[in-house]
Nanobody, 126 residues
Framework: VQLQASGGGLVQAGGSLRLSCAAS????????AAWFRQAPGKERECVSV????????YYGDSVKGRFTISRDNAKKTVYLQMNSLKSEDTAVYYC????????????????????WGQGTQVTVSS
């Protein structure tokens, strides 16, 4: 199983980035998917989660209205569109996959997730 995150980079405050996470070696449609982030000296934070079908989503308070999570199960890929970026969004962003039954509630806890990507750095300059 592999989750390959990409799309990070350096952007000015107010700009946008789109992260992608391509999964392989698993039946992606059986997994909820999430983006977490971790800034230096801080705990890993759940940014956004999307259910297996994409019908349910979660956003952390700090990103609501600015970030949008989506997925394409045919392409085994989850995306995070990040708009109106702020300096406090600077962190390493990780994608993760959680094997769940179809009706299971989505989880924001890192310990729930079975597989993790390698992380992609997002740096927002002010």
């Amino acid at each position: 199983v592999q989750l390959q995150a990409s799309g990070g980079g350096l952007v000015q405050a107010g700009g946008s980035l789109r992260l992608s996470c391509a999964a392989s070696g698993l039946i992606f449609s059986r997994y909820a998917a999430a983006w977490f982030r971790q800034a230096p000296g801080k705990e890993r934070e759940c940014v956004s989660v999307i259910s297996r079908s994409g019908s349910n989503t979660y956003y952390g308070d700090s990103v609501k209205g600015r970030f949008t999570i989506s997925r394409d199960n045919a392409k085994k890929t989850v995306y995070l569109q990040m708009n109106s970026l702020k300096s406090e969004d600077t962190a390493v962003y990780y994608c993760a996959a959680d094997h769940v039954i179809l009706s299971a509630p989505i989880s924001t806890q890192p310990t729930s997730y079975d597989y993790w990507g390698q992380g992609t750095q997002v740096t927002v300059s002010s």
